[in-house]
């Protein structure tokens, strides 16, 4: 069994900043890409940053400039530093993370998703 717990949503004023964190635990061989997702009421959910296991970042261009992905894998932790937000941005975000657990005959990858955390930007 795998969990993904996210913390750190919340509202904020347009201009703000909010950090996310989502913490990875349970039968885990290896952690290989995680990553944010968000969704917007009506919309489909969009990848926001993706960062590899080798530190390798993959960044929206709605977002580059202002949000930073970044991980602890001591921690089986990934960040998310959101700066300058706008109300474009609110939306429920997503951890995702492929996970490598052993399984029979060998390793096998996964995909798991946290249960998301609402970010809401407005005056």
């Known amino acids: 069994q795998v969990q993904l717990v996210e913390s750190g949503g919340g509202l904020v004023q347009p201009g703000g900043s909010l950090r996310l964190s989502c913490a990875a635990s349970?039968?885990?061989?290896?952690?290989?890409?995680m990553g944010w997702y968000r969704q917007a009421p009506g919309k489909q959910r969009e990848l926001v940053p993706a960062?590899?296991?080798?530190?390798?970042?993959n960044t929206a261009d709605s977002v580059k400039g202002r949000f930073t992905i970044s991980r602890d894998n001591a921690k089986n932790t990934v960040y998310l530093q959101m700066n300058s937000l706008k109300p474009e941005d609110t939306a429920v975000y997503y951890c995702?993370?492929?996970?490598?657990?052993?399984?029979?005959?060998?390793?096998?990858?996964?995909?798991?998703w946290g249960q998301g955390t609402q970010v809401t930007v407005s005056s």
């Open positions: 349970g039968s885990i061989f290896s952690i290989n890409a």
């Open positions: 995702n993370a492929i996970i490598a657990k052993r399984g029979p005959g060998g390793i096998y990858e996964y995909s798991y």
């Open positions: 960062i590899t296991s080798g530190g390798r970042t």
